[in-house]
Protein backbone atom coordinates (compact mmCIF):
# COMPACT_ATOMS: atom_id res chain seq x y z
CA UNK A 1 0.00 0.00 0.00
CA UNK A 2 3.05 2.89 0.90
CA UNK A 3 4.38 1.74 -2.65
CA UNK A 4 1.35 2.41 -4.08
CA UNK A 5 0.94 5.81 -2.42
CA UNK A 6 4.49 6.94 -2.50
CA UNK A 7 4.12 5.73 -6.74
CA UNK A 8 1.05 8.22 -7.22
CA UNK A 9 2.79 10.47 -5.51
CA UNK A 10 5.83 10.69 -7.26
CA UNK A 11 3.44 10.25 -10.80
CA UNK A 12 1.94 13.28 -9.52
CA UNK A 13 4.80 15.70 -9.21
CA UNK A 14 6.30 14.32 -12.38
CA UNK A 15 3.10 15.46 -13.81
CA UNK A 16 2.97 18.97 -12.41
CA UNK A 17 6.76 19.48 -13.42
CA UNK A 18 5.93 18.80 -17.20
CA UNK A 19 2.30 19.41 -17.59
CA UNK A 20 -1.46 17.03 -16.73
CA UNK A 21 -0.70 15.52 -20.40
CA UNK A 22 2.69 14.86 -19.42
CA UNK A 23 4.72 17.13 -22.52
CA UNK A 24 7.86 18.69 -21.72
CA UNK A 25 7.35 22.34 -20.41
CA UNK A 26 8.82 25.65 -22.43
CA UNK A 27 12.66 24.79 -22.01
CA UNK A 28 14.81 27.37 -20.97
CA UNK A 29 12.60 28.79 -17.88
CA UNK A 30 13.00 26.46 -14.85
CA UNK A 31 16.27 27.57 -12.35
CA UNK A 32 15.59 24.89 -9.63
CA UNK A 33 18.08 22.13 -9.09
CA UNK A 34 16.45 18.89 -8.82
CA UNK A 35 18.31 15.40 -8.65
CA UNK A 36 16.55 11.80 -9.51
CA UNK A 37 17.76 8.42 -9.88
CA UNK A 38 16.29 4.77 -10.31
CA UNK A 39 16.79 1.38 -11.73
CA UNK A 40 16.06 0.20 -15.01
CA UNK A 41 15.36 -4.01 -15.81
CA UNK A 42 16.53 -5.53 -18.95
CA UNK A 43 13.88 -8.27 -19.34
CA UNK A 44 13.91 -10.60 -21.83
CA UNK A 45 10.29 -11.05 -22.97
CA UNK A 46 10.10 -15.34 -22.46
CA UNK A 47 10.49 -16.18 -20.08
CA UNK A 48 8.63 -13.52 -18.95
CA UNK A 49 10.35 -11.31 -16.51
CA UNK A 50 13.62 -12.72 -16.98
CA UNK A 51 16.02 -10.62 -15.78
CA UNK A 52 19.41 -10.53 -17.78
CA UNK A 53 20.86 -6.82 -17.20
CA UNK A 54 20.08 -3.58 -15.38
CA UNK A 55 20.78 -0.14 -15.47
CA UNK A 56 21.43 2.12 -12.34
CA UNK A 57 21.26 5.71 -13.49
CA UNK A 58 21.05 9.44 -11.20
CA UNK A 59 19.96 12.28 -13.39
CA UNK A 60 20.72 16.73 -12.06
CA UNK A 61 18.33 19.42 -14.00
CA UNK A 62 21.06 22.07 -12.55
CA UNK A 63 20.04 25.27 -12.06
CA UNK A 64 21.50 26.96 -15.41
CA UNK A 65 18.48 24.43 -16.51
CA UNK A 66 20.98 22.22 -17.99
CA UNK A 67 20.60 18.23 -17.55
CA UNK A 68 23.20 15.24 -16.78
CA UNK A 69 22.49 11.79 -16.66
CA UNK A 70 25.03 9.29 -15.32
CA UNK A 71 24.28 5.87 -16.27
CA UNK A 72 25.83 2.46 -14.72
CA UNK A 73 24.67 -0.42 -17.42
CA UNK A 74 25.83 -4.38 -17.17
CA UNK A 75 24.49 -7.11 -18.56
CA UNK A 76 24.55 -11.31 -17.10
CA UNK A 77 24.65 -12.91 -20.68
CA UNK A 78 26.78 -10.63 -22.41
CA UNK A 79 29.02 -9.49 -19.36
CA UNK A 80 29.30 -5.74 -20.92
CA UNK A 81 29.56 -2.87 -18.61
CA UNK A 82 28.96 0.88 -19.52
CA UNK A 83 29.47 3.70 -18.02
CA UNK A 84 28.03 7.19 -19.56
CA UNK A 85 27.77 10.76 -18.20
CA UNK A 86 25.70 12.85 -20.58
CA UNK A 87 25.27 16.68 -20.71
CA UNK A 88 22.47 18.06 -22.44
CA UNK A 89 21.89 22.32 -22.45
CA UNK A 90 18.58 24.21 -20.80
CA UNK A 91 17.46 23.46 -24.56
CA UNK A 92 17.99 19.93 -25.26
CA UNK A 93 21.12 20.33 -27.42
CA UNK A 94 24.00 18.03 -26.25
CA UNK A 95 26.96 19.33 -25.15
CA UNK A 96 29.65 16.76 -23.71
CA UNK A 97 29.85 13.13 -23.08
CA UNK A 98 32.06 10.78 -21.83
CA UNK A 99 31.46 6.79 -22.60
CA UNK A 100 33.32 4.20 -21.74
CA UNK A 101 32.42 0.08 -22.71
CA UNK A 102 33.57 -2.93 -20.92
CA UNK A 103 33.01 -6.38 -22.11
CA UNK A 104 33.98 -9.27 -19.66
CA UNK A 105 37.73 -8.44 -19.13
CA UNK A 106 38.38 -6.62 -22.27
CA UNK A 107 38.10 -2.66 -22.41
CA UNK A 108 36.76 -1.94 -25.61
CA UNK A 109 36.77 2.03 -25.81
CA UNK A 110 36.39 4.89 -24.11
CA UNK A 111 35.83 8.57 -25.44
CA UNK A 112 35.00 12.32 -24.87
CA UNK A 113 32.50 14.14 -26.96
CA UNK A 114 32.35 18.25 -26.74
CA UNK A 115 30.28 20.37 -28.57
CA UNK A 116 30.65 23.91 -29.75
CA UNK A 117 28.73 25.63 -32.16
CA UNK A 118 27.89 23.44 -34.71
CA UNK A 119 31.16 21.58 -33.99
CA UNK A 120 31.76 18.01 -32.10
CA UNK A 121 34.81 17.08 -31.22
CA UNK A 122 35.74 13.43 -30.62
CA UNK A 123 38.42 11.83 -28.63
CA UNK A 124 38.63 8.41 -28.52
CA UNK A 125 40.44 5.28 -27.89
CA UNK A 126 39.30 1.60 -28.64
CA UNK A 127 40.51 -1.65 -29.23
CA UNK A 128 39.44 -1.40 -32.80
CA UNK A 129 40.20 2.03 -34.07
CA UNK A 130 43.04 3.06 -31.49
CA UNK A 131 43.36 6.88 -30.46
CA UNK A 132 41.12 8.77 -32.67
CA UNK A 133 40.65 12.40 -33.42
CA UNK A 134 37.84 13.21 -34.98
CA UNK A 135 35.82 16.57 -35.96
CA UNK A 136 31.88 16.19 -36.72
CA UNK A 137 29.58 19.20 -37.95
CA UNK A 138 26.47 18.88 -36.23
CA UNK A 139 22.60 20.66 -36.48
CA UNK A 140 21.13 22.84 -33.91
CA UNK A 141 19.05 19.53 -33.05
CA UNK A 142 20.47 16.07 -32.85
CA UNK A 143 21.61 13.25 -30.50
CA UNK A 144 24.31 11.00 -29.54
CA UNK A 145 23.38 7.66 -29.08
CA UNK A 146 25.59 6.40 -26.44
CA UNK A 147 23.47 2.92 -26.13
CA UNK A 148 22.86 3.24 -22.39
CA UNK A 149 18.80 2.37 -22.98
CA UNK A 150 18.32 5.46 -20.16
CA UNK A 151 19.39 7.99 -22.65
CA UNK A 152 17.11 6.54 -25.82
CA UNK A 153 14.89 7.77 -24.39
CA UNK A 154 16.11 11.11 -24.86
CA UNK A 155 16.08 11.72 -29.02
CA UNK A 156 12.73 13.41 -27.78
CA UNK A 157 14.67 16.19 -26.42
CA UNK A 158 14.97 17.12 -30.45
CA UNK A 159 11.37 16.07 -31.37
CA UNK A 160 8.82 18.97 -32.61
CA UNK A 161 6.30 18.29 -30.20
CA UNK A 162 3.99 21.15 -31.86
CA UNK A 163 4.50 18.99 -35.40
CA UNK A 164 3.72 15.91 -34.06
CA UNK A 165 3.76 12.81 -36.46
CA UNK A 166 6.49 11.36 -37.80
CA UNK A 167 9.89 13.13 -37.40
CA UNK A 168 13.62 12.60 -38.62
CA UNK A 169 15.75 13.09 -36.29
CA UNK A 170 19.94 13.75 -36.52
CA UNK A 171 21.76 11.30 -34.76
CA UNK A 172 25.48 9.99 -33.72
CA UNK A 173 25.85 7.13 -33.21
CA UNK A 174 28.85 5.61 -31.38
CA UNK A 175 28.28 1.48 -32.16
CA UNK A 176 27.26 0.10 -35.46
CA UNK A 177 25.61 -2.92 -33.12
CA UNK A 178 22.36 -3.33 -32.06
CA UNK A 179 23.77 -3.93 -28.37
CA UNK A 180 26.42 -0.97 -28.44
CA UNK A 181 29.26 -3.61 -27.82
CA UNK A 182 31.85 -1.66 -30.26
CA UNK A 183 32.77 1.70 -30.54
CA UNK A 184 32.64 4.75 -29.31
CA UNK A 185 34.03 6.30 -32.49
CA UNK A 186 30.96 6.53 -34.70
CA UNK A 187 29.04 8.82 -37.59
CA UNK A 188 26.55 10.92 -37.91
CA UNK A 189 23.22 9.42 -39.44
CA UNK A 190 19.53 9.70 -38.87
CA UNK A 191 16.41 8.49 -37.03
CA UNK A 192 12.83 8.87 -37.67
CA UNK A 193 11.05 9.27 -34.85
CA UNK A 194 6.63 8.46 -35.06
CA UNK A 195 4.85 10.08 -31.89
CA UNK A 196 1.54 8.06 -31.29
CA UNK A 197 -0.32 10.37 -28.50
CA UNK A 198 -0.12 10.55 -24.49
CA UNK A 199 -1.31 7.26 -22.35
CA UNK A 200 -1.24 6.39 -18.74
CA UNK A 201 1.34 3.42 -17.64
CA UNK A 202 1.88 1.07 -15.64
CA UNK A 203 5.30 -0.38 -14.51
CA UNK A 204 6.77 -1.36 -11.27
CA UNK A 205 8.11 2.14 -10.24
CA UNK A 206 4.10 3.42 -10.44
CA UNK A 207 1.86 4.26 -12.91
CA UNK A 208 2.83 7.50 -14.87
CA UNK A 209 1.38 9.78 -18.02
CA UNK A 210 3.77 9.03 -20.73
CA UNK A 211 4.46 10.12 -23.99
CA UNK A 212 4.80 7.03 -26.31
CA UNK A 213 6.93 6.79 -29.42
CA UNK A 214 8.01 4.58 -32.07
CA UNK A 215 11.20 4.55 -33.58
CA UNK A 216 13.01 2.56 -36.48
CA UNK A 217 11.90 0.19 -39.34
CA UNK A 218 13.51 2.43 -42.47
CA UNK A 219 16.08 0.30 -43.46
CA UNK A 220 12.77 -2.02 -44.64
CA UNK A 221 13.63 -4.83 -41.34
CA UNK A 222 10.48 -3.80 -39.58
CA UNK A 223 12.28 -3.82 -36.50
CA UNK A 224 10.37 -1.31 -35.06
CA UNK A 225 10.93 -0.32 -31.07
CA UNK A 226 8.40 1.58 -29.06
CA UNK A 227 9.78 3.58 -25.61
CA UNK A 228 7.03 5.59 -22.93
CA UNK A 229 8.90 8.23 -21.69
CA UNK A 230 7.18 11.17 -18.54
CA UNK A 231 7.81 14.63 -17.70
CA UNK A 232 10.51 17.40 -18.32
CA UNK A 233 12.93 15.21 -18.24
CA UNK A 234 12.55 12.57 -20.37
CA UNK A 235 12.56 9.69 -17.95
CA UNK A 236 12.46 6.43 -19.80
CA UNK A 237 9.50 4.41 -18.27
CA UNK A 238 9.56 1.65 -20.37
CA UNK A 239 11.14 0.18 -23.80
CA UNK A 240 9.84 -2.61 -25.80
CA UNK A 241 12.17 -4.61 -28.62
CA UNK A 242 10.31 -7.00 -30.04
CA UNK A 243 12.11 -8.09 -32.79
CA UNK A 244 15.23 -9.03 -30.28
CA UNK A 245 12.75 -10.68 -28.11
CA UNK A 246 13.42 -7.61 -25.18
CA UNK A 247 12.13 -4.79 -22.99
CA UNK A 248 13.36 -2.38 -20.47
CA UNK A 249 11.14 -1.14 -17.45
CA UNK A 250 11.75 1.67 -15.05
CA UNK A 251 11.54 -0.48 -11.76
CA UNK A 252 12.57 2.06 -9.04
CA UNK A 253 12.29 5.64 -9.01
CA UNK A 254 13.24 8.62 -6.76
CA UNK A 255 12.71 12.25 -6.45
CA UNK A 256 14.76 14.54 -4.02
CA UNK A 257 15.48 12.73 -1.07
CA UNK A 258 12.33 12.08 0.08
CA UNK A 259 9.75 10.04 -2.21
CA UNK A 260 11.41 6.74 -3.30
CA UNK A 261 9.88 3.97 -4.42
CA UNK A 262 11.19 0.66 -3.72
CA UNK A 263 10.00 -3.16 -3.96
Not at 5 to 33: K, N, P, R, V
Request: with cysteine.
Amino acid sequence: MLKRILAGALSIALACTAGADGTQGATGQESDFQFSQGRLAYRKIAPAGFERGRELWWLTRNRDGSRTMRSLAMTDDSKFVRDVTYTLDRNGRPMRLYIQLQVDEELVGSGYFHVSGNTMNVVTDSVDTGHTIQSVTVPEKFHILTHAVMLDAWPAWSYELEEGGSQTIAVYTTSPLWNGTSGPLGRMTTQRFTLHGTEEITVPAGTFTARHFSFGGDDGSGRVSHIWVTGKENILLKYEWPHFGMEYVLETLQVGAETQVTE
